[in-house]
């Protein structure tokens, strides 16, 4: 199986270098996190990826092309963002948010075809009742849902999310991970997401990129490893922390006493 995403010894920054000679491949099926404390390089990493951030060295390889050598529809086509930060103008109903999602596709109006897509994607996401809703006046936790409902639309293999249970309560937390969970599974989607909770990491992500300083400290994988190798793997992140494999659950629990 083919990688959908592959990042080779890639070193980025602004004026000087800030995430140094990483490398990774993102598979089909796969969730990959991105752990580490503030200012690690997190968000810089997914910019660079999407190509906002200056390349210093490395590659970014994207279905088989650099990534660097598409054009932005192309790119667009293949990867869809979702930045830790969107302002959304007033006057932008919740339909036309989610109408941006086609724009890779370089249609002007919208076919049959592409409405049942947006609605689809709004139900998936449960906010097709505010779809003719000015999407400013929402709150912020349901513009992140509509935001997320704007990369189904957009039907991308490659995801890239920087922090995607941003303002969202427990429920709709629950349920974004749920659904993209099934979504990458069923459709072979590869999503790389920059998360700041473990346990929820720990739960939903098939592999853990570990950050420290810009450089990778660690690529655990999460699917049968041992609380005493995922507490020594996060420890390099937060020397605190103590991981225990829930008996109920199965799920690991993380905690900073003993």
């Known amino acids: ?4 995403l592959e990042v080779r010894k890639l070193t980025l920054g602004y004026k000087k ?3 140094r000679e990483l490398s990774f491949s993102l598979m089909p099926g796969e969730m990959l996190g991105i752990l580490g404390r503030n200012g690690c390089g997190k968000t810089t990493l997914l910019r660079g990826i999407a190509g906002g951030v200056r390349r210093f060295s490395g590659e970014v390889i994207l279905g088989g092309e650099e990534c660097a050598g598409l054009s932005q529809k192309k790119r667009a086509q293949r990867m869809a963002v979702l930045p830790q930060q969107t302002r959304i103008l007033e006057g932008i109903t919740v339909r036309e948010v989610l109408s941006m999602g086609l724009y890779p596709y370089g249609s002007a109006f919208l076919t049959k075809v592409d409405e049942a897509r947006i609605c689809e994607a709004a139900a998936v996401f449960g906010v097709e009742e505010h779809l003719e809703e000015d999407c400013a006046y929402l709150s912020q936790g349901q513009r992140q849902l509509v935001l997320l409902a704007e990369l189904l639309v957009q039907d991308t293999p490659v995801l890239l999310l920087d ?5 969202l ?8 991970f749920q659904t993209l ?6 459709r072979k989607k590869g ?3 920059v998360l700041h909770n473990p346990e929820q990491a720990l739960r939903w992500c098939d592999r853990l990129l570990l950050l420290r300083n810009g450089e990778q400290v660690g690529l655990l994988i999460t699917k049968d490893a041992e609380a005493s190798t995922v507490e020594s ?3 390099e992140l937060y020397p605190k922390i103590h991981v ?3 008996p109920h659950s199965g799920r690991f629990r993380c905690d900073t006493e003993k």
Do not use: G
Not at 163 to 167: L, M, N
């Open 169 to 176: 309560d427990y429920d709709n937390t629950h349920t974004m």
């Open 163 to 167: 922090e995607p249970d941003t303002a």
């Open 191 to 193: 999503a790389l997401l």
């Open 1 to 4: 199986m083919e990688p959908l």
């Open 233 to 235: 793997a996060l420890q």
């Open 17 to 19: 270098p800030l995430v």
């Open 181 to 186: 969970r099934t979504l990458v599974t069923q």
């Open 244 to 246: 225990r494999a829930d």
